[in-house]
């Protein structure tokens, strides 16, 4: 079983390869589809996954991250991958992803300040 601070370094990595995605494309061809599309999507459902799977303690322990909402998003865009709002999906990826990573580095830093996970950035 992958422990919370891997898991949270899942989601780390996910916003990094997402913010390194949008860097290269705008809204404008995200919509049109295609492999910087489905690679977005995919690094969502991702960090979705590893918030569905970070244990409800640590969940608890920190209630500004929206973790309904995020595992929410990833049943969503697993499940009803047809009915997803591709404008909210690109605000998700450029505005609200990075907030979130900024977020959980500090959790990282805060509840495993002894681990060695190397750079974050």
Same mark, same amino acid.
Request: hydrophobic share 50%.
């Given at each position: 079983m992958r422990r919370d601070a891997l898991r949270l370094l899942d989601i780390v990595e996910a916003a990094r390869t #997402?913010?390194? +995605?949008?860097? =290269?494309?705008? *809204?404008?061809?995200? @919509?049109s589809g295609g492999l910087a599309r489905d690679a977005i999507l995919? *690094?969502?459902?991702?960090?979705g996954e590893a918030a569905? %799977?970070?244990?409800?303690? @640590?969940? /608890?322990?920190?209630? =500004?991250?929206p973790w309904p909402k995020i595992i929410g998003f990833r049943?969503?865009? #697993?499940?009803? +991958? !047809?009915?997803? /709002? @591709? /404008?909210?999906?690109? %605000?998700? $990826?450029?505005v609200e992803l990075p907030l979130l990573r900024a977020q959980?580095?500090?959790? @990282?830093? $805060? =509840? !495993?300040p002894e681990e060695p996970y190397g750079p974050q950035d």
């Open positions: #997402v913010a390194g +995605y949008v860097a =290269e494309i705008g *809204q404008e061809q995200f @919509l995919r *690094q969502l459902t991702v960090a569905f %799977k970070i244990s409800g303690g @640590l969940q /608890d322990r920190h209630p =500004e991250i049943h969503r865009v #697993v499940h009803d +991958y !047809f009915g997803i /709002d @591709l /404008d909210a999906v690109w %605000k998700i $990826a450029t959980v580095i500090a959790i @990282l830093a $805060a =509840e !495993f």
